[in-house]
């Protein structure tokens, strides 16, 4: 992201990377960008912002502390001890005071780093993404026989209707050749502009991961009369199929939960992977298998009166994140709702 100037200084991701060093041997390290918008993070604070500048406060810079563009949750302070950690979230703050930032921001961490800066006065933000989890079926058809019938067959049109007229591939390492590269150049730009008004990767950005990661992408191409009119681009982690981006130059319906959802499932049957995350936002996902799970992020705020309102709509947040956790988990399409634990 950085080699192609996705996450650069021009685009306004300043890298600013944090390694912890002991007795000349690295410990721990962060990465962690100065940042003067917040655009390709998926923890929204546009508002915090605004609301902070009226009131005669400056909100950039902002050290972010994330992977760019990227919403998976996972480990950001990468230590083997929790103490480590701990002295990374410190120079953490540390950096930020030094370079004049407003704040500190930790996006889509696990439960035990969120308990950990919390405990250094952090404040912990919660929201929902959709994961699909793999209950050991064998095949696409042994997913939707965990549906309700109504449901059920609901998918079964959903998925005949997107197919008219339509052809689709799913593609990976050799597979994927340069035209396939073109036309989902072509569906990102198309989408990208739409959403956020300008994409935010570069085409330098698909050309390095063709070059150096083809090997963990799959590629859903949606072709009708040989020409490509949609696609999504997928990861492929050790057990975890990451959606990513979807885009099209056709509008057709269901197409985007064939192409998106439908499709990863099947794979990640087939590979048997543990799960899909599909990324941000989309309660759309529910009816299509994907359940509710809980994310986290910190922030470390330097003014204290901000501070101080910014943790009180945090208060009221996560309760309203609670209430909308239950109520959706209601929601599933499955027969039975899926037992406590069982991912």
Known sequence: MENSGSAASPSGWTPSHLA????????GVAPAYLKTHSYGEYVF????????????????????????????????????????????GAALVDLARRSGASSAHVNFIGEDDAAILEAREWLIRCGVQYHWFNREYQSYDDFLAALSSRKRKALKRERREAGEGVTIRRLSGGEL???????????????GGRKWGRPYLTR????????????????????????????????????????????????RPFLHFEVCYHQAIEFAIERGLARVEAGAQGEHKIARGYEP??????????????????????????????????????MTPFRRPPEPGTH
């Open 293 to 330: 799970v809980l994310t986290r992020s910190a922030h470390w705020i330097a003014d204290p009166g901000f501070r101080k309102a910014v943790a009180r709509y945090l208060d009221a947040e996560r309760r309203g994140v609670a209430d909308e956790m239950a109520i959706i988990g209601e």
């Open 20 to 27: 912890l060093e002991k007795d000349g041997r690295i410990v």
């Open 45 to 88: 604070d546009h508002h915090w912002a605004e609301a902070f500048e009226r009131a005669g406060g400056r909100y950039y810079p902002k050290l972010l502390c994330a992977s760019p563009f990227t919403p998976v949750p996972g480990p950001r302070l990468l230590a083997p001890s929790a103490e480590t950690r701990t002295a990374l």
């Open 177 to 191: 050749g340069e035209s396939d590269w073109n036309a989902f150049w072509e569906f990102y730009q198309e989408t």
């Open 204 to 251: 330098a950005f698909f050309a390095e991961i063709a070059e150096t990661m083809s090997a963990k992408i799959m590629m859903v191409v949606a072709e009708a009369n040989g020409r490509p009119i949609a696609g999504a681009l997928n990861f492929i982690g050790g057990d975890a199929l990451y959606g990513r981006y979807w885009g099209r130059i056709e509008d």
